[in-house]
Structures are given as C-alpha cells and as structure tokens.
C-alpha cells in the first residue's frame, strides 16, 4: 500500500460531525456535486451513536433534501416506514403537584388560530422519530451517494492560520496515550486534515466550534444557556401503551420543575412520545440556569415518573435505554457571528468565518418556541452543503454566502420569531415570562448570564429521596472508553473546589453530573471516571465556576445510543 | 526481509448480546442484531504483525475467508498496518466447519506467497488463538498442517535474538519463549496488549483500496464448503437458563450471612447437562430394533414411538416386512402426522441395527513427565463410560520421554489398554513430533472415539491430528452422549454437544465422512471414576522414529511458576485482577481473605488470577485461572477485581457460587455471578475480611 500523503489528508469539503446537520450538509453537497469528495468524521463508533433527541420532526426539511438528492432513498434498509409514526395526538399538559394535571391544549390551540408565538408548539403534520435511528440512515444514504464517512474520529482543534485569510483544516485528537500520557507502542499522533471548506455540525457546545470562536474571535450578542435533557426510552405493558396510544406526544410544564409562587422555578418541562412495539420515550428538559446547589436532572426525572399522569403508562415498565444531552437555547442573539462588513459598509455577520460555516446545535438553532431544533439542523446543514460547493472556486466566500441564504431562509424566521423568549423567563421567570413572551419581540434584548452563574445555596426538595442509580443509568446508555487513556474532563484548579465549591455547594459536580464521573478523593474533586461519561457537556457549563474543560476523548468512546 | 499474512474473521459482536438477539424457540442467533466486528483476537494478531514487521521489515497481508460483507474486517486491517487484502468469498465455501476452512484458507497463503511474495518462503502467519463465535482454536493448527510447516500456539511476545525471531508463548502452567527453526510458519495470538488505532491517511486509502478477490476456482482446494466438512450441527438449543443469583450486595454482613448458608448448602450454580439414560445398541433392546428410543432429539424419538406403535399395531415384526405400500398404511396410523419422506427414510435407517463405527474408546493422555494431568483422568471417567455402553475397551496413548512409570496410574483411573511411545525427542511437549507419533497410532490400531483435553497442548495437538488422518473433531465439549441417527442410517454415534458464541448457545455435533471421531473437553467438565488399584490393564508398547527434522521450534526457555497451586481441586478460589492495580494489593487482599476463608471454612483455599493480573507481574503464571490458565470448578469462586473476560467467564463456569467485587458496574463478570459488589476491592475487601473474621 503505497503511501501519498497529500492525498489522503486533504478533503475539498470536510464536515465534522456525522449527526443530522452535518450528514443534510453531506448529502446536499454531493447531490449538488458528485464529482467533489467530501468527508465526514465523527467521533461515535457508528453515526447515530451519539444522537439523542426527543423527537418530534417536522418533516419539510428532510423531506426536501431527499428528493433533491435524487436518490431513491427508501431504498435504504428502515427508511421507508422512518416517518411514518405521524402525530395523531398531541396535549399540553400542566402539572400541579405530584398528582394534578390540567389539559392546556386548547389553549395552544386558540395561540396558533391568533398566530402567537407559544401556537408554534403544535405537532400536527409532524412525526415521532428516534434521532439515533434518522442519523443511521442518513448515513447510509450519504455513503450511497459517495460520501466517506469516518467513524471513530475525534476532532480536537480548528487550525487557524496566523494570517487570517482562511482556515486550513483540523487536528484529530492522539490516540494510544496512557493515562498519564506517555506514548503506547500503539500511539498514534493526532492527524492533521486539510480542507478548502469546513463545515462544523458538532452538535450542542461543539469542541472545534468553540475553538474558532476563540481563534478567530466570533462574538455572541447575548451568552449562549442551555438545557439539559434526560430520556429514558421504556418498554411497558401492552395496556398501558394502548391507553396512551401508538401516535401521542404529550408535553408537560409545571411539576416537578416548577410551581408558580412558592414551588421551586426551573425553566423547563416533560414529555412522553409513542415509540411503537409497546415502547414510549419519555423525558424531561431542565434549564441549567437552575438554582438549587443540590439539584440533579435525573433525580427531577425520577419525580416526574412518579406523577400520577406518566406512572400510569410506565409503571412497571423496563428501561430500554437511557441518556442525556444538553440543548443549546440562547437563541437568535447567541448564535456566533464572525462580524466584519462588506465593502459598501453593510454589516455581514457570518454565522462562521472565511471558509467555515456553522450548522445546527453547534451554531445553536433552536427554536425555543417549539424547543426543536433539529428540522433547523437539517435545514441549515443542507444549505452549507450547497454552498460549500458554490463556493469551491474561492472558498472564504463560504461563510458570507452561507450567511446571506440563512437570513431568508426558514431557519432564521423561526430564530427571530422566538429571539426573546428564553431571556425573558431568564429575567422574569416563568410565570410572568410566559405571558410577557408573547409581545418578546416588541421588547428590548434581554441579557442572560451563563448558565454557570446562576447557582445558589438554595435547596431544591425531591420527592423521592436518596441516591439516584447512576450507574444503571450508564450502562443503559451503553457507554464505554478505553481506560487507559488520559482523562478527557479536567478540573482547571482544585483549589477552587476544595475552598469555595465545597462549603458553598457541596461540589455540585459530583451531584449533577449524570454518569458519575466526578467524586471527591481526599481533598480534591477528580473526574474518577471518565470513562463513564456520555459526553453532555454539562459539567462544562454547570461548574459553578466555570472550572471543568471538556476534550474529546480517543474515538468510538462515549454512548452506544440505538433509538434515542 | 520477512512477509507476514494475517488471517482475520468477522463475527457478530457478542460483548453486545442481550436477550433480544435470539430465537427464544430455536436458540439460534436472529441475523442482523447484532453488529459485525472484527474477531478481538484477530485485532489483536495484527498488532503482533506489526509488531513483527518493526523486527523484519516486509509486507503484511490480511486474508479473511467469508461473505462479501466480509471485506469491512480487511478494510479495518488496510486502516492500521495491512498493505493488502485478500477477500476469500464464494458461495461453496460456505457451511464449513474448521478443516473445510483451513483448506481454503491454506491454498490462498499458498497462492499469496507465490504471487505476492515472488514465492520466497521468508513468512509467517497469524492468527489470533481462536475466534470468539466459534471458539475452537482449531483453524490455525489446520492451516499449519495443510501447509505442513509448523504452528506455534498461545503467542504473547516477540523479539529477535542472534537475528531470529523468539516468540513467546503460554504453556501450562507457565511461559515459553521458543525459535521457529524455519519458515513459513503458524503463529497464533493469545494476547497483545495493545491493539492499533486507525489513523485518518489510512483509513481514507483503505475505503479506496483494490481488495484482491479470490472465488472457488482462484484457489482450487481440496477440502471446503459443507461437503468437505467432517462435523454436523444437528441441534442448536438455548443453554441451561444460568442459575446465578445476580444478586447486588449492599451489606456486607448480610452478604456473609447469605453466603455462608449458600456454601454450606452446597449451591451450584453450575450448569452442567444432567446425565441421560443409558444407551442400550438396537440389537439389545427391549421389543426389538424398531425401538429407537435413542434418537438425537426428542422429536425423532416421538416420531419413531409413534412409527414403532402402528408397526406393533399392524402386526410388522421384521425389517424385511418393510416396503414401500406400508409407507401409507402407516401414515394413516399416525396421529401426528409425518411426511411420506421422513417415513421412507425411517424405513431405510431400520435396516441399520450395529454400531456406525468400530473400535475403542481412547484417550490422548497429557503429562508433565512427571505425573499425569488431571484432565486426563476426568477423560478416562468419561471414556469408560461410553465404553461400557457400547461393550467396548478404554484406551490411552501415553506419549513422552521416560513417562512409562503413569501407565499404572491410567490403569487404575480406567484405562484396560495403555499405548506407550517413548523418544528423546519427545522429552518436551512440541506439536509437529507428538501430532505425528500420536497420528501413527491411531492410524494403526483404530479406535472410534478418540478424546483430547483442551488446554493449551491439547487444543493444538488435536486439530493437527484430526486433519492429518481427515477426521471431524469438535472442540471443548462439556457433553459426550452416544445415540442413534437413524434416519441417517447412523447407530451408535458420539452426540458432541458444545457451547458457542461465548456461551450463549448449545450446540450437539456429530462427526461425518470419518473413521474417527474425535473431541476435546475443557478441564474439570468431566467427572473422574473411582480410582481403582486393583485393576488390570495392558502396556503396548508403539514404536515410531521421531526424526530431528522433526522438531519444529527450539525452546530458549521455559519459565513455570515455582509455587505448586492446586485450583482443579480447591473448595475456594480467591482471584484477583488488573484491577487490584499492583502486587502488594494483590497479596495483601487474595492472601488475607484466602486465609480468612481458610479458617472459617476449614477447606482447600487456593488464590487464583487473571491473565491481566498474571502478565502484570502481580503472581505466577501457575495461578492464572481461565480458558489459557486453568479452568475451575470450585465450591465457591471470589473474583476481585477481574472484569470478565470472556476466556475467563468460560474457565470459571463451572464453579458452584461466583461472587464479584468490582468498581466497574458494567464489568460484565457480574452478569455470571450470583452475588456482586460495586465498589473498589481496596476498599470493599478488608471489610468482607473483617465481617468473616467476626
């Protein structure tokens, strides 16, 4: 096997991250242009691996980057019966206390006829689909058309070029060291790839995308916040899953998350989904601009299949999988801009830089009026895609394209039209945020804090008391790394944890975190078992001062998510 | 300049096996559940190639032999070292058990070397032990015989002294480093630490790369496909459900309560097939040959109940009464009913009413010179049995140097013939010289059933016999029955039944188109019969020269653990792993609560290890427990630390309780263990000492 070097390490288009915005923007592009090659790595073991949603999809997007494609994608082994789980039934439901539950639906109802913004959680004409299952086939399909996808792949770093004029590729992390980072005879130094085009579809709190944002200084006119997103996926009985029906979702707001006046405030809300083969997806979102010191998401979801409403479908049930992710929802005014100005002064604003653009949860395209982002994912990868290929003969035009046709397209409508709402809850809280949400965009910006910054010595009061099994947990996520590898999570200074966090919060990382990976050891607060980790990020943004940096570990690590 | 060719496998990912991959009815694995991955040992093979080519630069190819999909484990192989692909892929090569794989496989070296390597003979190749779905580690041995140049087995390192290669290799017992004395040869991997990562260049050139694909008529083998398989699978069922508790401990002095009770009960969680009926041969039986009550499956055995009560109906005595009118007549006595065929064939299989093969029963003994291994007698126990069914004498080949002084010791074990060969040469156990002594006298005297251990020498041993005379054999099987296949026209055959895919299924076997049939069995699967001084039993003495162009490999050195252990017969085991992170933990906690367990239960306490455990120093090889150790069969077996791999699952299955201590919740050892406790063993270890100390 000969070697070319040249050859093989430079890629015209490379995409990072095989989830649904980078594999829309594959296929888009090799739609576009067959004879271009185009790369995308992932970091999973297999594409899809690593892809937890809820999730409801509107189907628009997806639906029209097939058919463009041109291939007879129903071809594809599960793809044909992909979309066909249409939601039939969809409640809103309000939950007060542990018991009570009022329907709002008809409210939502009378939202959508006046055409106000909380009307956009509707799901009619939209399907149930498992994200894992979507991604899995988007792959099949962008390998049928000529995509190389690489699995297995972490990416580490963008490699900024000191000059300014455009991005050169990325660095791939090392592979074969120990823990203490001495080379093993299997070493492998990480690879550095070249590209005329890069695409970042990294997902939520993307490692590379924050690496050009540093590098190249792109600014966010308000912080990006985030939630966190815990789901089981639960097999029950077949008269429990009859009684809730093989088309429902049911959205939920209220308890255990929040109580109007006295109960604890966390922005956030349930959800349980029809999944077929007596199988339903249930969930919870939790703001982490949560409060409470003591405060675990899975512990809150625990409570939450305890509510009267949910145990009645689940109790009894066995858990199929689980996992978390975080879900970026800052919104319009936090997607990263490099901000530059063309030559007749008018500002260009690219959601990139020169000749990288940025694509779905990593640009963090979330329309916090649905709480759904992946239709915006796929939509906005397509474009990229296209535009990757538009711009093959001058490439550090990519971005201001890319740009320009985000701005007129439905992604950017949608991000405008909820562009205030999580900062008005952020400031006002729920329970005069919401109302107040509907004239959002007639108020001014609101500013919002990182989400770190937000934690107190308040205590938030579980139902349920004791432990919560993480470990179960983890093994339902299917989560594994090779242990001897150094630790992809690091504590910047312990002596933060050991003289503040520990008599203010406890360490609240050793509660939150929902794989377990921190413990506390003699003195210190160590990431103990990385290995353990399923790769939310959450530890990132909810250290409450801001002292845990998240890498990417050697590839096919992290969760083995199979429906989620 | 030395070439190196890999032969890799892919097989279904049985780390990921949950209930949902089989056919509860059948037990047979359901297609596309679980993902395609390369065999670990394979992976692991070729990291010692590459390792290799760093000693002797040259080319490494993989060679893999299965369906087009197949080709996804030579572009993993291309992605890290190989610089070519071989794709072995027809459809009449498929359905073949291990001789019909070798075959093949050995025509494609042939071929690679003599188009690849310009036909210089400078090469080696690997293969990882055994592959995980099959697990019989008989296809390298095969391969090495077909070519007929060496095979070196259990590799674990490399180096080159005096410009030639010194391998390492496990033997019983201990390590080995030995020197091929020429080339080509059969390296096998039992373990290489550190597997290779794809890199990007790699594995970008590797999706892009022309794989050589070779079909039927490329190679022209002699032996493939289900045709040229010597071995039948005439059932597939689910295991025995394991019986193991699975019990998560949360309080100790609890747990110690609890377990104390299990073990005085004497609770096995070991399941071992219960021993069926006696067989009885056709002519013998009660109501004469139409009653074959001793069919293979349940299903048969109803079907010719019922066939034999409408004969008795109808007044049919003899075979000769049987013709093709009956045929219907029959059928209309059936109350299930059975196609026109299956009664023709039954009819057919009537006529058969003597045994299918001819000869005695025998077993290969193994030895350290010094004493016979227990393996060996638990063999005798069975081949005496199966002996007695079939009014048949028990033989032994008792090979080696100086080694006459244990025939009285088989004799009395059970053993009426003893076949004594003796050579200088076969002072030290290699396999080319014992494959052909021992391949000589079976030649010569014929027996039907020939039994192997399967341990590191007998798992090599075996396949270079069974292919050098063209027999089946079918490996580590933890049931020997005889029974009718009468249909078949078979009477009076070895039932070989195995456990595969890492033990989550049950295979029966029978050997066809051969004169002999022949198994292994993993120590301390069969029971030994009482010892009996008093028996009598002849010395045959079998003279066949051993050349010195025989002898393979020379052995540099051979490094056995001082300590003497006895885990085959210990009532408690206390193993230790990687886990314990290093050697004075692991004294400190084995040996302290195997003291502990010593006193408090009055019985033989032995410390064991895993083979992480053994490789990282912590204790001597004489005390690692597994599949490449010693299999155990113990009271009560304490794993500490030790994650479970499956070599060491399958070397503990047979241990009555199995209790777990490890920091890992997803260790999958827990899954085979009846009580598990999560937690570090450094921690959780002095208080279970402490709570049996009280």
């Given amino acids: ?564 | 300049m030395t070439n190196y060719i890999v032969t890799v496998k892919q097989v279904p990912d049985i780390t990921q096996i949950t209930g949902n991959a089989f056919n509860p009815e059948t037990g047979t694995l359901k297609r596309g559940v679980l993902p395609s991955v390369i065999n670990k040992l394979d992976a692991d093979a070729l990291a010692f190639a590459n390792k290799l080519r760093t000693l002797s630069p040259g080319k490494i190819i993989c060679l893999t032999m299965g369906p087009p999909m197949s080709e996804e484990v030579l572009v993993y192989s291309l992605s890290r070292c190989a610089d070519s692909a071989v794709l072995l892929t027809d459809r009449a090569l498929g359905g073949a058990d291990t001789p019909a794989t070798a075959n093949p496989l050995a025509y494609a070296i042939k071929k690679i070397a003599k188009n690849m390597f310009n036909g210089s003979d400078d090469y080696i190749v690997i293969s990882g032990m055994q592959s995980v779905d099959g697990d019989t580690a008989q296809v390298p041995a095969q391969i090495a015989e077909e070519l007929q140049i060496p095979c070196i087995a259990y590799a674990t390192e490399v180096k080159i002294a005096e410009g030639k290669f010194q391998i390492e290799k496990i033997v019983a017992g201990g390590n080995q480093w030995v020197s091929p004395k020429r080339l080509p040869c059969v390296v096998t991997v039992a373990n290489y630490e550190y597997p290779l990562f794809a890199s990007f260049q790699r594995s970008r050139l590797a999706k892009k790369f022309a794989i050589t694909n070779w079909a039927l008529e490329d190679i022209s083998p002699t032996l493939y496909g289900y045709d040229g398989s010597k071995t039948r699978v005439t059932r597939v069922f689910p295991p025995p459900k394991s019986s193991r508790k699975n019990r998560e401990v949360n309080n100790i002095d609890e747990f110690i309560a609890d377990l104390l009770s299990d073990f005085k009960k004497g609770s096995a969680g070991a399941a071992l097939q219960a021993e069926e009926a006696d067989y009885i041969v056709p002519t013998e039986r009660e109501g004469g040959t139409f009653q074959r009550i001793f069919e293979s499956t349940d299903k048969e055995c109803e079907a010719f109940k019922q066939v034999a009560q409408a004969l008795s109906a109808l007044n049919i005595t003899s075979v000769e009464q049987l013709d093709e009118s009956l045929v219907d007549t029959i059928q209309e006595h059936l109350q299930k009913k059975l196609t026109k065929k299956a009664i023709q064939e039954m009819f057919e299989g009537y006529k058969v009413t003597e045994p299918s093969y001819s000869g005695d029963v025998w077993v290969v003994a193994e030895h350290d010179a010094e004493k016979t291994n227990d393996v060996t007698f638990e063999l005798l126990g069975k081949a005496s049995h199966l002996a007695k069914l079939l009014g048949l004498r028990v033989g032994v080949v008792l090979a080696g140097y100086k080694c006459g002084h244990m025939a009285n010791d088989l004799i009395a074990a059970g053993a009426d013939d003893v076949y004594l060969i003796e050579d200088a040469l076969l002072e030290d156990f290699r396999p080319v010289p014992y494959r052909k002594v021992v391949a000589d006298v079976l030649k010569k005297y014929d027996p039907q059933i020939v039994l192997f251990g399967a341990t590191p020498q007998g798992r090599v041993l075996a396949p270079m016999v069974a292919y050098r005379l063209g027999c089946g054999l079918t490996a580590d099987c933890t049931a020997l029955d005889i029974r009718d296949n009468t249909k078949r026209g078979a009477v009076g055959i070895l039932m070989q039944t195995r456990p595969a895919l890492g033990g989550n299924i049950m295979a029966t076997i029978i050997t066809k188109d051969s004169r002999i049939q022949m198994a292994t069995a993993r120590p301390g699967v069969m029971k030994r019969i009482q010892t009996d001084n008093s028996r009598k039993g002849n010395i045959i003495e079998h003279s066949i020269k051993v050349e010195d162009s025989d002898i393979e490999y020379d052995i540099v050195s051979t490094e056995l653990g001082s300590e003497s252990t006895n885990l085959t017969t210990a009532d408690v085991i206390v193993s230790g792993g990687k886990g314990l992170r290093n050697r004075d933990n692991f004294d400190k906690l084995v040996r302290n609560l195997a003291s502990v367990m010593r006193k408090k239960l009055n019985c033989q306490v032995e410390h064991g290890a895993s083979r992480a455990a053994v490789e990282q120093g912590f204790v001597g090889r004489t005390h690692q427990v597994g599949q490449t150790g010693t299999s155990v069969s113990p009271k009560l077996y304490i794993a500490l630390g030790i994650s479970g791999a499956i070599q060491h699952l399958i070397g503990i299955e047979n241990a009555g309780i199995i209790v777990a201590v490890n920091s890992d919740p997803q260790a999958p050892i827990f899954k085979h263990s009846d009580y598990y406790i999560v937690g570090n063993a450094e921690e959780i270890v002095p208080k279970i000492t402490a709570a049996l100390r009280d």
């Fill in chain 1, 1 to 564: 096997m000969e070697r070319k070097e040249k050859e093989y390490t430079h890629v015209s288009i490379l995409v990072v991250g095989a989830g649904p915005a980078g594999l829309a923007a594959a296929i888009a592009a090799k739609s576009a242009n067959k004879e271009i090659d185009i790369v995308v790595l992932e970091k999973a073991e297999a594409a899809g691996n690593h892809n937890l949603s809820g999730a409801v999809l509107e189907t628009v997007s997806l639906k029209r980057l097939l058919d463009e494609s041109g291939f007879d994608w129903q071809t594809i082994k599960g793809a044909d019966t992909l979309l066909e789980r249409g939601v039939k039934d969809d409640d809103v439901l309000f939950f007060l206390g542990k018991q009570l539950s009022v329907n709002i639906s008809p409210l939502i109802t009378i939202g959508r006829k006046l055409g106000l913004s909380f009307g956009q959680m509707c799901n009619e004409g939209n399907s149930i689909v498992s994200i894992s299952k979507l991604t899995k086939i988007l792959g099949e399909i962008a390998v049928s058309l000529g995509v190389e996808i690489y699995t297995g792949f972490g990416a580490k770093e963008i490699l900024y070029d000191r000059d300014g004029k455009k991005i050169n590729g990325i660095k791939l992390v090392d592979q074969g060291l120990d823990k203490e980072r001495n080379p093993q005879p299997n070493y492998v130094k990480g690879e550095t790839i070249t590209a005329d085009v890069v695409i970042l579809a990294e997902g939520t709190d993307g490692l590379v995308t924050e690496d050009l944002v540093a590098k190249a200084g792109l600014k966010r006119k308000n912080n990006q916040v985030f939630s966190v997103s815990v789901k089981e996926l639960i097999r029950v009985s077949k008269k429990q899953y009859q009684l809730f029906g093989d088309n429902r979702v049911v959205h939920t707001m209220g308890y255990p998350l929040w109580s109007p006046v006295f109960g604890p405030a966390i922005f956030g809300g349930g959800f349980a989904y029809s999944y077929g083969d007596n199988e339903i997806a249930v969930g919870i979102i939790v703001g982490a601009d949560w409060k409470y010191y003591n405060f675990n998401p899975q512990k809150a979801f625990e409570n939450f299949k305890q509510h009267t409403f949910i145990r009645q479908f689940v109790d009894g049930g066995e858990v199929i999988e689980a996992g978390v992710k975080m879900i970026p929802e800052g919104g319009y005014y936090a997607v990263p801009r490099y901000l530059q100005q063309d030559t007749n002064g008018k500002n260009l604003n690219t959601v990139g830089y020169k000749n990288v653009m940025i694509t779905g949860d990593s640009a963090g395209f979330v329309n916090m009026n649905k709480i759904k982002g992946l239709h915006n994912a796929i939509e906005s990868g397509s474009l990229a895609g296209k535009v990757a290929i538009q711009c093959m003969q001058n490439p550090e035009k990519a971005a201001q394209v890319y740009t320009g046709m985000l701005e007129y397209s439905s992604v950017m409508d949608e991000m405008k039209s909820a562009k205030n709402l999580r900062a008005i809850i952020a400031r006002f809280g729920q329970t005069i945020g919401y109302p107040l949400s509907i004239v959002g965009n007639y108020l001014p910006v609101f500013s919002m804090e990182e989400d770190y910054k937000a934690m107190t010595s308040d205590e938030f009061t579980f139902d349920i008391p004791g432990e919560y099994d993480k470990s179960t947990f983890v093994s339902l996520a299917g989560t594994e790394h090779r242990e001897e590898q150094p630790s992809h999570l690091s504590i910047l200074d312990s002596s933060l944890c050991i003289d503040k966090c520990d008599s203010a919060f406890q360490r609240a990382c050793i509660t939150f975190c929902p794989a377990g990976v921190y413990e506390k050891i003699g003195i210190n607060t160590h990431p103990a078992n990385p290995s353990n980790c399923v790769h939310c990020k959450t530890c990132q943004r909810k250290c409450p001062f801001d002292n845990i940096r998240w890498t990417v570990p050697e590839g096919n690590g992290g969760p083995k998510y199979k429906q989620m």
